[in-house]
T-cell receptor
Framework: AQTVTQSQPEMSVQEAETVTLSCTYD???????LFWYKQPPSRQMILVIR??????QNATENRFSVNFQKAAKSFSLKISDSQLGDAAMYFC????????????????FGKGTLLTVNP | DTEVTQTPKHLVMGMTNKKSLKCEQH?????MYWYKQKAKKPPELMFV???????INESVPSRFSPECPNSSLLNLHLHALQPEDSALYLC?????????????FGPGTRLTVT
């Protein structure tokens, strides 16, 4: 079974600075999907960025980018020019590609990293 | 419209009550999900519906009963719950259950069982 580990329960960053959130995972599969989801306090969870394992190029969405190291099974999220609105719980998640019996529907989440942005 | 709506936002119920949670999406998504989330924890998958058929039941107690009346609507019927069932219940949907499509989450129903 796949596991996702986020080793930083909490992180803080100054407004306008850059912060990197760590995520490692364990899998025997060669193809899969990785996601970062953001859940602000009392607000909806939204997708921040996704990475397909067969793509070597790191995904980027505006101020958010990932450092995907497939051999090391690492998938970190970098937030540049941090804004107050970036404060949230961030979840790293894994999804299989070739699951059977419906398992390909399932997201395996890490425990989350609570990000605080200081003005 | 990229929105998943959930009603009610808050629900307080006694252990003998029967209540229902409702989830709705109008994005044409064919997969819908129920998750349970405790404070400062990741969501835990409960049920998955694919093309209106129950695809996954993650060994959820029978006091939780899902229903998918049509492709846009998902219900979760609650009966004889326990205080430990108090949590945020999230609904999500995705376009196609067989791809990496993003799951769109609703705002959740915060359930308190007294």
């Amino acid at each position: 079974a796949q596991t996702v580990t986020q080793s930083q329960p909490e992180m803080s960053v100054q407004e306008a600075e850059t912060v990197t959130l760590s995520c490692t995972y364990d899998t025997s599969e060669s193809d899969y999907y990785l996601f970062w989801y953001k859940q602000p306090p009392s607000r909806q969870m939204i997708l921040v960025i996704r990475q397909e394992a067969y793509k070597q190029q790191n995904a980027t969405e505006n101020r958010f980018s990932v450092n995907f190291q497939k051999a090391a099974k690492s998938f970190s999220l970098k937030i540049s020019d941090s804004q107050l609105g970036d404060a949230a719980m961030y979840f790293c998640a894994y999804r299989t590609v070739l699951g059977s019996g419906g398992s390909n529907y399932k997201l395996t989440f890490g425990k989350g990293t609570l990000l605080t942005v200081n003005p | 419209d990229t929105e998943v709506t959930q009603t009610p936002k808050h629900l307080v119920m006694g252990m003998t009550n029967k209540k229902s949670l409702k989830c709705e999406q109008h994005m044409g998504h064919r997969a819908m999900y129920w998750y349970k989330q405790k404070a400062k924890k990741p969501p835990e998958l409960m049920f998955v519906y694919s093309y209106e058929k129950l695809s996954i039941n993650e060994s959820v107690p029978s006091r939780f009963s899902p229903e998918c009346p049509n492709s846009s609507l998902l219900n979760l019927h609650l009966h004889a719950l326990q205080p430990e069932d108090s949590a945020l219940y999230l609904c999500a949907s995705s376009q196609d259950p067989f791809t990496s499509d993003e799951q769109y989450f609703g705002p959740g129903t915060r359930l308190t069982v007294t």
